[in-house]
């Protein structure tokens, strides 16, 4: 459920994988694996495990990109939000990331989960 939601947030998102490349990654410990939520089992045979996390700033991607982002953005309901940031909130692996580069879930405003385990997190610093 909680990869389905992140997948389609980010429908409209897909070349900030390849800005995020450019970022510092950080690999993901084994015991660090996201818990599951209400209703998922933890052998789910869909769910990609995380394995690298890119944090990219929105101001870093390129013009197109961004407009992209700010329409999936635009589209979406405060419930879907909160349901991003609790998501985030709940992996540890994914916290630990934020907090090294001094951000919290409330910075991040899209998230993309591709099939090879890469996280990648666009953040927008609160003005």
Do not use: H
């Amino acid at each position: 459920m909680r990869k389905l939601m992140i997948l389609a947030l980010c429908a409209g998102f897909p070349l900030a994988t390849s800005v995020a490349y450019a970022q510092t990654a950080t690999p993901a410990t084994p015991s660090a694996q996201q818990p599951a939520s209400k209703g998922e089992t933890p052998a789910q045979s869909d769910a990609v495990p995380i394995k690298t996390i890119n944090i990219v700033d929105i101001n870093e991607l390129p013009e197109g990109t961004k407009t992209q982002v700010n329409e999936a953005v635009a589209k979406r309901t405060d419930k879907d939000m909160t349901q991003l940031r609790t998501s985030i909130d709940a992996s540890p692996q994914v916290s630990a990331a934020l907090k090294e580069k001094g951000l919290t879930s409330a910075a991040v405003v899209v998230a993309s989960l591709d099939s090879k385990g890469l996280l990648t997190l666009v953040t927008k610093k609160p003005s």
